[in-house]
């Protein structure tokens, strides 16, 4: 006759389970060392296959000790062994973690999708910001080296946003005298800027000589 070979005990045969169990209920803190003991090996090992990671595998285990510790009364004896049901919820936990971390992964990426696209406006936003800031000091200096007469009117259409008619009656000078002056000044500065500044100032003063020829 052949050997009759023993079959190896499984964890979930270990009549020590319900030991614990029964200690676990009663608040027995040495409980929880005895099921780490007993059961980290084999937890570990399938929440690290689970997930693949070393940190999130303890993490998953600690979790569900925890859950056992905290309500050991989960456990019910009539639906299989206790290591069936603490591997089970291994398991599971372990899957939760690996869908947090895809969805956290989800979120990063599209939060640094956004910021990619986004970093152009904004750059072209202090470009814009600095730019301008130029362009203002360029128009002050400039502004001051005019007569006071050009500067006065000059300073209250473009600071100021007045018509020539207003800027007339603001200095109580006649509507001609104003459009004389503000052209002589106008083309003082644009000489004295050049470029975009020059530009950009003719622009914000024609558009008050069209207003106050409108009005």
């Known amino acids: 006759m052949g050997t009759v070979t023993r079959p190896a005990r499984r964890v979930g045969d270990d009549p020590g389970d319900a030991d614990i169990v029964a200690r676990l209920c009663l608040g027995d803190r040495s409980a929880v060392e005895d099921l780490y003991d ?32 905290r309500d050991p009364n989960a456990y019910d004896s009539s639906r299989g062994s206790f290591a069936s049901w603490f591997l089970a919820m291994v398991h599971h936990k372990a899957v939760d973690a690996v ?16 910021v990619v696209l986004a970093a152009p406006t904004a750059t072209a936003d202090v470009e814009d910001d600095a730019w301008e800031r130029v362009v203002a000091e360029q128009v002050r200096t400039a502004l001051g080296s005019l007569p006071d ?4 009117a000059l300073t209250l259409a473009y600071y100021g946003g007045y018509t020539q008619r207003e800027v007339a009656a603001l200095t109580r000078a ?4 104003v459009k004389t002056r503000m052209l002589a000044g106008m083309r003082r500065l644009k000489k004295d800027l050049g470029g975009v500044a020059g530009a950009a100032l003719g622009g914000a003063l024609g558009q008050a000589a069209v207003d106050g020829t409108n009005r």
């Not at 090996?41 to 000790?65: I, S």
């Not at 006649?174 to 005298?177: A, E, K, M, Q, S």
């Open 174 to 177: 006649p509507l001609g005298t």
């Open 38 to 69: 007993r059961f980290r090996r084999p937890a570990f090992a399938l929440a690290r296959r689970v997930l693949a990671d070393d940190v999130l595998a303890e993490d998953v285990l600690q979790d569900a000790f925890l859950s056992v510790w």
């Open 99 to 114: 869908r947090r971390e895809e969805s956290q992964r989800r979120r990063q990426a599209r939060a640094e999708q956004e």
């Open 149 to 152: 007469v050009q500067r006065e």
